[in-house]
């Protein structure tokens, strides 16, 4: 058996795919299968199981992941006259036996990379393929047999010991419904003399003279036949070309391109992009193979120097500071191989449109497919790319530390052309873990992955893509010398605010990079009917409570409201739903709006999550169908590229202009102090003066300020479109009137209805819940706020029957007493 990198860019290779023809068998049983796919998406197809996202579906379905299960097909005849033939599989999830017309040919142990057979000369006659895919269960414990790994040192689940999806074995915010499964391409190559094994471009830019440089690395594999030829390799980028001749199995080309265009993170440049071609020849000119990617010209390096604050952790793209406005991503789909090109583009744009500029993919995840790096190149998105490595110690023992290292050789190439990469990070929780979580005693000495992030993967790093930084984990310090979660060093993660504390607390801190913070809400109510059909929305129901997966969470979601609103009865769901979408946004809003007031110290904030993977009570900003949650439309409030806030500094209410755009902004800022009636009790303008990419600020005047601890007066601070609320106490105590509002509803030139509501008095945190007007119906707006006068329309699409009846029932807003519902007019 041999293996490498399993791309297919050789234009000149008779390359079959193997994606049809496929059939999945246990115990005698067989139905279609479908490659790429997984056993439980076949298994669903046929109708074999129910839908393991609906009810609690799940655990009738947990067997799937416990079986061995077969795929087979067989091979057409198929005469070539090429010297080689190699059986390709881009992605196997996960352990497997792989014969061909009865004899074994290869095994597999890593979900994470792709492995190459020579069946050369196997194909003469029709042949049986079949690939065994062993329970992953079975398969970890054994390993953990074999290292002699205890479970009070290593945990109780499988996810250390197999190199695997490691939340597909459930996280807090996902089902356990471990798959396995042909999850990428397969294909047969026939090929001859040598063909390109691997392809490094390592791009650079000098930002002085505009000169982009590219020098491309290549691998290459010949057939025993072309040990002797002599080969050349030709670049082609931007106009400009290059050839080298090869020497043995290697080869580095080099070209320039003059006056490259710079790729720059949306919100401060464009992307341009430029086709990089490689083609491997014979001296005679006979072409053997081609490699096309498109690739970026872009300087980026990560800032960690010591300054007074401590270590920063900063963002520099061609010369340019970065406050890095992100998101988590995880797995949109617990099932790999159903995400789609146009999925990833659809889940991206909504990042996209929430004005983020950062994504990090998790390291409890995968590595995402190439069209999820392109589509991140296409519009302007910086990806920080964990390493596989989440919440656990893991083993550096063999055999894993050689997949380990196969693994990230090959995707640290494969993902390399990226413009959009920006980081490689080596691990999720696992130094912080190791410091704070109880690991140190029970492994007693024993090996926990420490050497994977600091001696390993960077050692990767530099050998396979030396233009990038890496850094060794998330949260990181950046060395032991300080505690890995430290605020004043590197990046950190808050989660005491969540589990333990109130979001109040995120004023505490001023870190140099938030990582990970985060709080739940419920997905769209339309979720929830879909996903629990039948049953009655209670918040602790039985379907509610299945699909709400973190430990104590409904617990941590009503001590966490408790704290801001009286929390609702039991049988009053739609109150619940509101109110814990509405803390959610005042959590993520209280963080943010801070951090961003405090650049340069604090150079970013990726929030945990962007998306689910399922229907749940998560902290998603996208729902698991796809719904944009309130939340949602906060965070295009928050990382607009201007926000107005007011915080205190030294104890005293500051108006804040925070600037992320390259022009200057100075705003007259219109502040009033308000009655809870709707009387301005004082006003004033209030210049302020933003530098580009800066800002500023100026304590709200004596005469402005409202009483101490009062519950009836409130700040308003309105400037070129945006508005900023400060309320002395929180929204417990104040005295909120019942809100009166009217409601019309009329037809929008553009065919979309428009929900027009105007406030007779204060009317906070007003939302339009559109799914409950139909299951695709989206709003243009999320949670706002109108003061007493002031009107509002919304727009809604994908309503076919606008009625404002209906309308006026799903429009929510804060109460005196903490409770929702429509008013009389």
């Given at each position: 058996m041999t293996?490498a990198q399993?791309?297919?860019d050789?234009?000149?290779?008779d390359?079959?795919p193997?994606n ?10 067989a ?22 996202y609906?009810?609690?579906n ?6 799937v992941g416990r079986t061995?299960w ?6 057409p ?8 033939t190699d059986?390709v ?5 996960t352990?497997?036996?792989i014969s ?10 890593n979900?994470?990379r ?8 196997r ?9 065994l895919f ?16 205890t ?21 807090d915010?996902?089902p356990?419904l471990?798959t ?18 691997r ?6 830019v000098?930002t ?5 440089r ?5 691998d290459i594999e ?5 040990t002797a030829?002599?080969?050349a390799?030709d ?10 001749a ?10 320039e ?14 992307q341009?992009l ?10 005679d000119?006979?072409v ?9 010209f872009?300087?980026?390096?990560v800032?960690?120097r010591?300054?007074e604050h401590?270590t920063?952790?900063?963002f520099?793209v ?13 797995p ?6 159903r995400?789609t ?7 991206l744009?909504q990042?996209v449109?929430?004005?983020?500029d ?11 497919r190439?069209?999820?790096?392109d ?26 530390r ?8 090959e995707?640290?190439?494969r ?6 990469l920006?980081?490689w ?6 130094l ?10 029970p ?26 930084a ?7 310090s950046g060395?032991?010398?300080?505690h890995?979660n430290?605020?004043a ?9 969540w ?7 995120y004023?505490?801190?001023v870190?140099?990079?938030?990582s ?9 109510y339309?979720t929830?009917r879909r996903a629990?059909?039948?049953e009655?929305?209670v918040?602790?129901?039985p379907?509610m409570?299945?699909?709400q ?5 409904n ?5 966490g ?15 619940w739903?509101y109110?814990?979408?509405v803390?959610q946004?005042?959590?993520i809003?209280?963080?943010?709006e ?6 340069p ?7 945990w999550q962007?998306?689910?993977c ?12 796809a719904?944009l949650k309130?939340?949602?439309?906060e ?15 030294d104890g005293?209410?500051t108006l804040l ?11 007259e ?6 009655s809870?009636t709707?009387?301005?009790?004082a006003?004033a ?24 601890g ?6 308003v ?9 400060h309320?002395p106490v ?11 509002y009217?409601?019309?509803?009329a037809?929008?030139p ?11 008095t204060?009317?906070r945190d ?5 799914d409950?007007?139909a299951?695709d ?25 606008p ?7 799903a429009?929510?807003?804060v ?11």
């Amino acid at each position: 058996m041999t293996t490498a990198q399993a791309g297919n860019d050789d234009a000149s290779l008779d390359a079959v795919p193997l994606n049809a023809g496929w059939t999945l068998r246990h115990q005698g049983e067989a139905l279609p299968a479908r490659v790429p796919g997984c056993v439980h998406t076949d298994l669903l197809a046929a109708g074999v199981i129910p839908d393991p996202y609906l009810s609690g579906n799940e655990l009738e379905v947990d067997w799937v992941g416990r079986t061995d299960w077969v795929y087979d097909t067989v091979l057409p005849a198929r005469g070539t006259g090429h010297e080689r033939t190699d059986l390709v599989f881009d992605g196997l999830d996960t352990i497997t036996q792989i014969s061909l017309g009865g004899e074994v040919i290869g095994r597999t142990a890593n979900m994470h990379r792709g492995y190459r057979f020579d069946v050369t000369g196997r194909l003469a006659a029709e042949t049986p393929l079949s690939v065994l895919f062993s329970c992953s269960y079975d398969a970890a414990e054994a390993v953990r047999e074999r290292l002699g790994a205890t479970k009070e040192a290593y945990g109780q689940d499988p996810r250390p010991f197999i190199r695997k999806m490691a939340s597909a074995y459930g996280w807090d915010w996902g089902p356990s419904l471990p798959t396995a499964g042909i999850w990428k391409d397969a294909r047969l190559e026939h090929w001859s003399t040598a063909r390109l094994a691997r392809v490094r471009p390592l791009v650079s830019v000098d930002t002085t003279t505009g000169t982009g440089r590219v020098e491309v690395r290549v691998d290459i594999e010949r057939t025993a036949p072309g040990t002797a030829r002599e080969l050349a390799v030709d670049l082609r980028v931007g106009g400009a070309s290059a050839t080298v001749a090869v020497e043995g199995d290697t080869a580095v080309v080099v070209a320039e391109v003059a006056d490259a265009a710079l790729w720059w993170p949306r919100g401060y440049g464009e992307q341009p992009l430029y086709d990089c071609g490689i083609t491997l020849r014979t001296a005679d000119g006979t072409v053997l193979g081609q490699w096309a990617r498109r690739i970026g010209f872009r300087d980026v390096v990560v800032d960690t120097r010591a300054d007074e604050h401590g270590t920063g952790f900063t963002f520099v793209v061609n010369g340019e500071r970065i406050f890095a406005r992100g998101v988590n991503w995880i797995p949109d789909d617990v099932f790999p191989s159903r995400v789609t090109a146009a999925r990833y583009r659809e889940r991206l744009t909504q990042a996209v449109g929430a004005g983020v500029d950062t994504v990090r993919v998790w390291g409890g995840g995968i590595f995402e497919r190439d069209e999820f790096y392109d589509a991140c190149d296409e519009l302007g998105l910086m990806v920080w790319q964990d390493f596989l490595f989440a919440c656990a110690a893991y083993p550096e023992e063999q055999p894993i530390r050689g997949e380990v290292e196969a693994e990230a050789r090959e995707n640290v190439a494969r993902l390399m052309p990226h413009p959009s990469l920006v980081l490689w990070n080596g691990n999720n929780e696992n130094l912080w873990g190791f410091r704070d979580w109880g690991w140190e005693k029970p492994l007693a000495g024993d090996s926990w992955g420490e050497g994977y992030y600091l001696g390993l993967l960077p050692r990767v790093v530099a050998d396979i893509d030396p233009t990038r930084a890496y850094w060794a984990g998330s949260p990181w310090s950046g060395s032991w010398e300080h505690h890995p979660n430290d605020p004043a060093h590197g990046v950190v993660h808050s989660w005491d605010v969540w589990n333990t504390t109130d979001y109040t607390d995120y004023l505490d801190d001023v870190p140099r990079f938030v990582s990970e913070f985060g709080w739940q809400a419920p997905p769209a109510y339309a979720t929830l009917r879909r996903a629990l059909p039948g049953e009655e929305l209670v918040a602790d129901s039985p379907g509610m409570l299945h699909h709400q997966k973190a430990d104590d969470g409904n617990g941590k979601l009503e001590r966490g409201l408790a704290r801001h609103f009286a929390v609702p009865a039991g049988d009053d769901f739609d109150r619940w739903h509101y109110l814990m979408q509405v803390n959610q946004v005042r959590a993520i809003a209280t963080g943010i709006e801070h951090w961003r007031s405090h650049w340069p110290v604090c150079a970013g904030t990726i929030v945990w999550q962007l998306n689910d993977c399922w229907p749940v009570t998560s902290w998603a900003a996208v729902d698991g169908d796809a719904r944009l949650k309130p939340l949602w439309y906060e965070l295009r409030r928050l990382y607009a590229d201007r926000l107005l806030t007011i915080q205190r500094r030294d104890g005293v209410p500051t108006l804040l202009a925070v600037n992320q755009s390259k022009e200057g902004w100075r705003p007259e800022v219109r502040l009033r102090r308000m009655s809870v009636t709707g009387d301005v009790l004082a006003e004033a303008r209030v210049p302020l003066s933003a530098g580009a990419r800066g800002v500023a600020g100026q304590a709200v005047p004596d005469a402005l300020l409202p009483g101490p601890g009062s519950r009836t007066e409130y700040l308003v601070a309105d400037a070129d479109g945006l508005r900023a609320l400060h309320f002395p106490v929180r929204d417990l105590e104040f005295a909120y009137p019942d809100p009166a509002y009217e409601v019309a509803v009329a037809e929008l030139p553009d065919g979309a209805a428009g929900v027009t509501v105007t406030a007779r008095t204060l009317v906070r945190d007003l939302l339009l819940q559109a799914d409950r007007l139909a299951p695709d119906a989206v709003a243009d707006q999320g949670l706002f706020t109108l003061l007493p006068g002031e009107s509002a329309t919304i727009r809604v699409s994908g309503w076919a029957a606008p009625d404002r009846a209906a309308a006026r029932a799903a429009l929510f807003a804060v109460t005196r007493s903490s409770t929702v519902g429509p008013v009389s007019d």
